[in-house]
């Protein structure tokens, strides 16, 4: 069974910045595609970013094009995720996807394994 593990959200003020990881527990691991989603109280989960393992193919939801980026450590089985000039709206859970497929898809339930998911909190 795979396991998402996410670290490094917080409480950082409007403008600032953070960078939130994923790791995989599995090396050999039958992921083919990763990526993030957030949710805000109230709101349905959001898609915000992915990349199949081999790099060739990523997305990143408009709301943030320009100001958070994303790579990945094919050695570390870790993504990336740098979020720039953060604003309130970018508050919410931060979630780590995966799925055994490598199509790009936003929709949460195409995805199969799931982070515990981390707080990001801007403060105006």
């Known amino acids: 069974q795979v396991q998402l593990v996410e670290s490094g959200g917080g409480v950082v003020q409007n403008g600032g910045s953070l960078r939130l990881s994923c790791t995989a527990s599995?090396?050999?691991?039958?992921?083919?595609?990763m990526g993030w989603f957030r949710q805000a109280p109230g709101k349905e989960r959001e898609f915000v970013a992915a990349i199949t393992w081999g790099g060739s193919r990523s997305s990143l939801a408009d709301p943030v094009k320009g100001r958070f980026t994303f790579s990945r450590d094919n050695g570390k089985y870790t993504i990336y995720l740098q979020m720039n000039s953060l604003k309130s709206e970018d508050t919410a859970i931060y979630f780590c996807a995966a799925r055994t497929t490598n199509t790009l898809t936003t929709d949460p339930q195409n995805y199969s394994y799931w982070g515990q998911g981390t707080q990001v909190t801007v403060s105006s």
């Open positions: 599995e090396r050999t691991s039958p992921i083919n595609l």
